[in-house]
């Protein structure tokens, strides 16, 4: 027996049960046609997503990031290294793809998206203050970023600034 959730109060569902008890009045659950994320996100089709494979998906932003920032610091004049460039880099690609498509070309590469803690869409405003609080997350010795590995919700820092999930795709 597989076990579903109510998309409103998150109650557990078995096969059999077409309805919840505890948060409708008549029992009834509305099931649209077509599920948001918001609809699943405890559900076991997009569970949150911990640390390791966030890591990863950074480590490969952080590589392309890197190649792109000296390929543009080389064009004006600045150096590979520049670290303003670096970051105005960062910034355009994170809330860029964040914003447009809810992931990086990390997160793409491993099946994962950031959406609103109602499981709504990131839109570019949300994807800036998460990069704006990946800032603090990385300045007290990346604790921000360690704290998805014992948060109960896996939300990192900035997660918890922007209102974000990262949950598999």
Known sequence: MTESRCP?????????????????????????ATQSIA?????????????WPRFFAALI???????VGAIVGLVLGL??????????VGLAYSVALIGSKGQTVGMMALGVIVVRT?????????AFIRWLGSILSA?????????IAWDP?????????????????
């Open 79 to 88: 150096g590979a290294g520049s670290r303003p460039i670096g970051a105005l």
């Open 153 to 169: 919700e896996k939300q990192a820092w900035h997660d918890k600034i922007a209102g974000t999930y990262v949950v598999k795709a």
């Open 139 to 147: 300045l007290v010795l990346c604790l921000g970023y360690l704290w």
């Open 118 to 126: 109602d499981g709504s869409r990131v839109d570019y405003m949300a």
């Open 8 to 32: 409103t109060c998150d109650s557990i569902l078995t096969e059999a049960t077409s309805e919840c008890p505890t948060c409708s009045p008549t029992g009834a659950v509305d099931q649209p």
């Open 61 to 67: 932003d952080g590589v392309l990031l890197t190649i």
């Open 39 to 51: 609809t699943m996100l405890n559900g076991t089709a997009h569970p949150k997503v911990g640390f």
